[in-house]
């Protein structure tokens, strides 16, 4: 793999069409010549946001088990109660473009391997493949999925909202974005249900198989709320 690095893509690149990957998008910062167009469309900080936490304290409750972390129902979905926060800052402050595509998943359902698929096929006109298989022509070294995992080309929209650094990124991104959630659909924002403006990729699979895969994969992060049975609670339920 080339670890040749690939200069950040700022806010005031016009000239620059997506898809780029997301790690080489320059963050938003105080200063930075494109940061009041890029932010200019809402404030820094909203002012809902400070009700987050009463209101994820009414939400109904499955108090933490040595197996499981308290989880928060929430618009028909169970969430670990940390996560909370950021996924309703998603909810609240995206507004989808023209052009935005949305890969749609439950976690260890193909979404990474969905994600290289869609940023190869979107990106091909900037990043052509090789003319010979295994060629070593320029295109070929520079193409981003040679030196970035899938997840830092195609980012989570509920990790995004999670800072303010990371936000500002996504408002920085060139269009077409390619992005991702492993959200419900009851969950995501009406720019993205309710318009046309953005198209939702989705890749389901037998929900009984993923418990294994997480047990088999070594997912502790996820195994540490999810015992096998209400994880399958939860898909029946969400899904």
């Given at each position: 793999m080339s670890s040749e690095k690939m200069p950040l893509v700022s806010a005031a690149a016009g000239c620059q069409r997506g898809p780029v990957p997301f790690k080489d998008v320059a963050a938003v910062v105080a200063g930075d010549d494109g940061a009041a167009a890029a932010m200019a469309?809402?404030?820094?900080?909203?002012?809902?946001?400070?009700?987050?936490?009463e209101l994820i304290a009414t939400l109904p409750c499955?108090?933490?088990?040595?197996?499981?972390?308290?989880?928060?129902?929430?618009?028909?979905?169970?969430?670990?109660?940390?996560?909370?926060?950021?996924?309703?800052?998603?909810?609240r402050r995206f507004e989808?473009?023209?052009?935005?595509?949305?890969?749609a998943s439950l976690p260890k359902c193909g979404t990474t391997w969905l994600k290289a698929l869609a940023f190869a096929t979107a990106a091909r006109g900037t990043y052509p493949?090789?003319?010979?298989?295994?060629?070593?022509d320029e295109g070929n070294r520079r193409h981003p999925l040679l030196r970035?995992?899938?997840?830092?080309?195609?980012?989570?929209?509920e990790s995004v909202y999670s800072t303010m650094e990371e936000e500002s990124k996504l408002d920085a991104t060139p269009s077409p974005r390619l992005l991702s959630t492993h959200l419900p659909y009851s969950v995501l924002p009406a720019s993205i249900t309710d318009s046309s403006r953005c198209k939702i990729i989705y890749v389901c699979r037998y929900t009984h198989a993923i418990p294994?895969?997480?047990?088999?994969?070594?997912?502790?992060?996820?195994?540490?709320?999810?015992?096998?049975?209400f994880y399958l609670e939860v898909l029946n339920e969400d899904y």
């Open positions: 469309h809402r404030p820094l900080a909203d002012p809902e946001d400070e009700d987050h936490d499955k108090p933490p088990t040595p197996l499981m972390r308290r989880m928060r129902l929430y618009r028909g979905g169970w969430f670990p109660e940390k996560w909370l926060p950021a996924i309703m800052a998603f909810r989808a473009r023209d052009g935005d595509v949305v890969v493949p090789p003319p010979v298989a295994g060629g070593d970035l995992n899938p997840h830092e080309c195609v980012p989570f929209l294994s895969t997480l047990v088999l994969f070594g997912s502790s992060e996820l195994l540490n709320y999810h015992s096998e049975s």
